[in-house]
């Protein structure tokens, strides 16, 4: 069983700045991709940005310039730094992780909970 937990989220106002933090727990051979999404009210939950093993990312246009993603994988974290936060990027911020629980398993696609981001004017 493979478990992420989020933190970081809350209340900024815009132009401030915030950092999400994930956690992956669990029993695992390795993690691949690993990413963030958001969802706002009354939306569909949409791609932030995704960071592969080897820290190659990719953002959605809403993000570049102003969010960064980075892992630690020593310590199964993925971590969402945002700049220049706009009432625009008020959502619950997913974590999104794919892990493999062997050397021959395929990937497993994991989700947390979410993390509140709100952003006021």
């Known amino acids: 069983q493979v478990q992420l937990v989020e933190s970081g989220g809350g209340l900024v106002q815009a132009g401030g700045s915030l950092r999400l933090s994930c956690v992956v727990y669990?029993?695992?051979?390795?993690?691949?991709?690993m990413g963030w999404y958001r969802q706002a009210p009354g939306k569909q939950r949409e791609l932030v940005a995704t960071i592969t093993r080897d820290s190659s990312t990719n953002y959605a246009d809403s993000a570049k310039g102003r969010f960064t993603i980075s892992r630690d994988n020593a310590k199964n974290t993925v971590s969402l730094q945002m700049n220049s936060l706009r009432p625009e990027d008020t959502a619950v911020f997913y974590c999104n992780a794919n892990s493999q629980i062997t050397f021959w398993s395929s990937n497993l696609n994991s989700w947390g909970q979410g993390t509140q981001v709100t952003v006021s004017s």
């Open positions: 669990g029993r695992f051979y390795r993690i691949n991709d």
